[in-house]
């Protein structure tokens, strides 16, 4: 079920955290109950985000609570490293960040990635990876940087472009890297429409920032002069890249 369809079920009321016009403050369970109930459903998205559309009270447990459960459920490994500084949140939102782990934003026709047209999706399970990333990091910041990024998620046969892949990421204490340095020092300019699907935060382009490595390519079995990424204020990434038949991407994985 769509992400925005999902929330449609139940409309969504934005109340003071009950007020006395707030329906479930009559025979509402604590925030223990709720808790464990959703544990017991192994955090599952489509509840935590149903949920959240009950009323604000919901809608703010979900944000504190549910949403950074379910990260822990689903990247336990990635979790734990993101929060090694001692830090309890992460940039952007819980909720953002879950979003992103099961969702493959597509693209809009006149959008990001120009003439694609591909309907966001949800997607059973992905693997992220932190080696990954330092491929699509520019080589002065593979020391200090780290960013996970995903394996593409496949379009095959979409007429003249051919095979696409999008892939997506997230970077560690983006507020502090040297991406988000070097892209404000060269002065790249945000996106002028369009915003991060995961957060609504701008969107800076590292084409336009002339950012994008070689070994990019060679990660995603891609055509060098076809992939096209964005970074959010937050520290979200988000692409698109023209695959490679399989032997080529093959013979790209052994020269990387």
Known sequence: MHWCNLRMIIAKQYRCIHSATCHCTKGHISEEVL?????????????????????????????????????????????????????????????????????????????????????????HRTRFSRTSGRSFLPP?????????????????????????GFFRGFFKSFSMSKVRKLLIRKGTSFHPT???????????SMLQAKMIPQSASCRLGAYEDSIEYYVCLNGHMLGVCTLLPLSDSEGASEFQ
């Open 140 to 164: 002065q910041c593979r020391n200090d940087d780290i960013l996970y990024v995903s394996d593409p998620c496949e379009h095959l046969d979409q007429g003249e472009v051919g095979d696409l």
């Open 194 to 204: 369009e915003v991060c699907p995961y957060c609504k935060a701008k969107l800076w």
């Open 35 to 123: 808790f464990l109930m959703v544990q017991h459903l192994n955090w599952n998205p489509n509840v935590i985000a149903t949920l959240s559309c009950v009323c604000k009270w919901f809608d703010d447990l979900a944000k504190r609570i549910l949403w950074k459960e379910f990260c822990r459920a689903r990247a336990p490994k990635m979790m734990c490293d993101l929060q090694s500084s001692g830090s309890h949140s992460v940039d952007g939102s819980w909720r953002a960040l879950g979003k992103l782990l099961i969702f493959c934003s597509g693209s809009s026709k006149g959008g990001l990635f120009n003439d694609v047209q591909i309907p966001g999706h949800f997607v």
